[in-house]
C-alpha cells in the first residue's frame, strides 16, 4: 500500500490557499450573523486568488515573504516505486 506523500514545510504556495479559504468562511459567517455587506470581503479574497493564480503574486506574498515563509516548498525525496 503506498502512504501518501508528507509534507515538508510551509510554504507561500500552501499559506496563500490556507489563508483565503479561513477568510472567506470567516467571512460568511459575519455575512449570515451581522451583514450581507460582509460578502465584499468574500469577493476580495476572490479577486486575490485570481490574481495569485494568474500572475503568481497577491498582497498576501508580499507579508508572507516579510514574516520569513519560503517562497518555495523544501525539497523533499520523491518515494520509489
Do not use: K
Not at 26 to 41: D, E, M, N, Y
Not at 44 to 66: D, K, M
Amino acid at each position: 500500500m503506498r502512504q501518501l506523500p508528507r509534507h515538508h514545510g510551509w510554504s507561500i504556495a500552501r499559506v496563500v490557499p490556507l489563508l483565503a479559504g479561513t477568510f472567506v468562511l470567516i467571512s460568511v459567517l459575519l455575512a449570515g450573523v451581522f451583514s450581507p455587506w460582509w460578502l465584499i470581503f468574500t469577493g476580495f479574497v476572490g479577486a486575490n486568488l485570481l490574481l495569485y493564480s494568474a500572475v503568481g503574486w497577491c498582497p498576501a506574498t508580499l507579508l508572507l515573504r516579510r514574516l520569513g515563509v519560503p517562497a518555495e516548498p523544501a525539497s523533499c525525496p520523491t518515494p520509489q516505486a
